[in-house]
């Protein structure tokens, strides 16, 4: 069974302020999407990683795929409050039914 | 805007009444799937259809019934459901069930509540 450790599970932070949330892995993935749901909508899709070392950014968030494919980070820089939601790493491994494992997620609250 | 619409967006049902949820999605995805959501947690996979065919149950308990009548729809029909099926229900699709690199969409889910 795969697992994705997602860290920290909460963080309330000031407006302006940068943070980074960790998914860490013992297993390879062939990709990881990171997803942000606010309360009463469905997680929305922010980016797909594919390849080992890659680094994307959106806007004031970048996102990074570990060089083995086994862990992720997503900083967010100058953090607003409207960044404020419950941030979900998923992964898609090699299986054979490529159903995607989810963290636990990071639940962030960015204060004005 | 979600591409994945899903109604209603909340439901209150006593747990002798019979309901159904709808997905309806028009990106010429082939594969849908259905979650089940607590507050503050991470979705939990329930079923997976791809091309129109069920191929994969999570063990999910018989009150939930999956169906796919076309490659845009998807519902999920819900019978004697207990208190603690209170969740939100989310669907999903992807262009192909285990295409590398295609991110699952999801819609806004169907708030539901068990009396």
């Known amino acids: 069974t795969q697992l994705l450790e997602q860290s920290p599970q909460f963080l309330s932070i000031q407006e302006g302020e940068n943070l980074t949330v960790y998914c860490n892995s013992s297993s390879v993935f062939s990709s990881l999407q990171w997803y942000r749901q606010e309360p009463g909508e469905g997680p929305v899709l922010l980016v797909t990683?594919?390849?080992?070392?890659e680094v994307k950014k959106l806007k004031r968030l970048t996102f990074q795929f570990g060089d083995a494919r086994k862990d992720s980070s997503l900083h967010i820089t100058a953090a607003q409050p409207g960044d404020t939601g419950l941030y979900l790493c998923?992964?898609?491994?090699?299986?054979?039914?490529?159903?995607?494992?989810f963290g636990k997620g990071t639940l962030l609250t960015v204060n004005p | 805007d979600t591409e994945v619409t899903q109604t209603p967006k909340h439901l209150v049902m006593g747990m002798t009444n019979k309901k159904s949820l709808k997905c309806e999605q028009h990106m010429g995805h082939r594969a849908m799937y259905w979650y089940k959501q607590k507050a503050k947690k991470p979705p939990e996979l329930m079923f997976v259809?791809?091309?129109?065919?069920?191929?994969i149950n999570e063990s999910v308990p018989s009150r939930f019934s999956p169906e796919c009548p076309n490659s845009s729809l998807l519902n999920l029909h819900l019978h004697a459901l207990q208190p603690e099926d209170s969740a939100l229900y989310l669907c999903?699709?992807?262009?192909?069930?285990?295409?590398?690199?295609?991110?699952?969409?999801f819609g806004d889910g169907t708030r539901l509540s068990i009396l």
């Open positions: 998923a992964g898609s491994g090699g299986g054979s039914n490529y159903k995607l494992t």
């Open positions: 990683v594919v390849t080992g070392g």
């Open positions: 999903a699709s992807s262009s192909q069930q285990g295409a590398l690199n295609q991110p699952q969409h």
């Open positions: 259809y791809s091309y129109e065919k069920l191929s």
